[in-house]
């Protein structure tokens, strides 16, 4: 007779037909025992993967605050790369570097070698 306390919780999941065939394919072709042992792998492997990825919450800036974040921000790290501004602050990698284009063309920062 099974312990009902080591069963694991069972999720209900709709998967669209053509990517169930695909699962179904790579279990065979796998080896592996069951979809169930498929599923879990490849929840696992995301869940890991998400876990090692870096989350950048990007907001709402209008340029001119942007702009003066970007020059604040460049008084306390003065070696700073673009990229590291934008995830830093949270601004759109384009706005970002559009706004430190034009601080150099206005001469308020330069790019360092």
Not at 80 to 85: L, N, T
Request: hydrophobic fraction near 40%; proline fraction near 5%.
């Amino acid at each position: 007779m099974q312990n009902r306390t080591a069963r694991k919780p069972t999720v209900s999941l709709r998967v669209p037909p053509k990517l169930l065939a695909k699962v179904d394919d790579l279990v065979g072709r796998t080896r592996m025992k069951s979809r169930t042992e498929f599923l879990e792998r490849a929840i696992e492997a995301y869940v890991q993967d998400i876990q090692d990825s870096k989350v950048v919450i990007v907001k709402s800036w209008t340029e001119p605050k942007a702009r003066a974040a970007v020059v604040k921000y460049l008084r306390r790290h003065p070696s700073a790369f673009v990229s590291e501004i934008c995830e830093a602050l949270g601004i759109d990698f384009e706005l970002g570097f559009r706004v430190v284009r034009r601080l150099m063309e206005d001469g308020i920062v330069d790019r360092t070698p």
